[in-house]
């Protein structure tokens, strides 16, 4: 899928690359070391493991809440957007701080 870039036209703070993969080509893992706020619950240390696509391992601070939220619907283990921030006024991990969570 084509890779495209946000840069200040549509989505602030911007600075990134991001692409949708096709569905079924994601193999491998990844892991984060920023804080992410869902719905009221702060996640931390995330590690998801894919193949074909799909997370089928999955594990977090609340590895439960974060396996909960992977089961919402038949599209929650597939990425939509994978993306890298590239903006260099972004130094720190914003995590939603202004939203707290709420709305998302």
């Given amino acids: 899928m084509p890779v495209r870039k946000d840069a200040g036209l549509q989505n602030l ?22 804080p992410v ?8 240390h995330i590690a998801f493991v894919f193949e074909d696509g799909r997370i089928t391992e999955a594990s977090a601070n609340d590895t439960a809440k974060l396996l909960a939220i992977l089961e919402i ?10 993306g890298i921030g590239l903006n260099p006024y972004i130094i720190e991990p ?3 701080k202004s939203l707290n969570g709420i709305g998302h």
């Fill in 94 to 96: 914003m995590n939603d």
């Fill in 37 to 44: 706020n869902f719905r009221g619950t702060t996640f931390e």
């Fill in 13 to 34: 703070p911007d600075g990134e690359v991001y692409c949708v993969p096709i569905k079924h080509s994601v193999n491998g893992w990844i892991t984060f070391n920023t």
């Fill in 73 to 82: 619907d038949e599209g929650s283990r597939f990425i939509g957007e994978f």
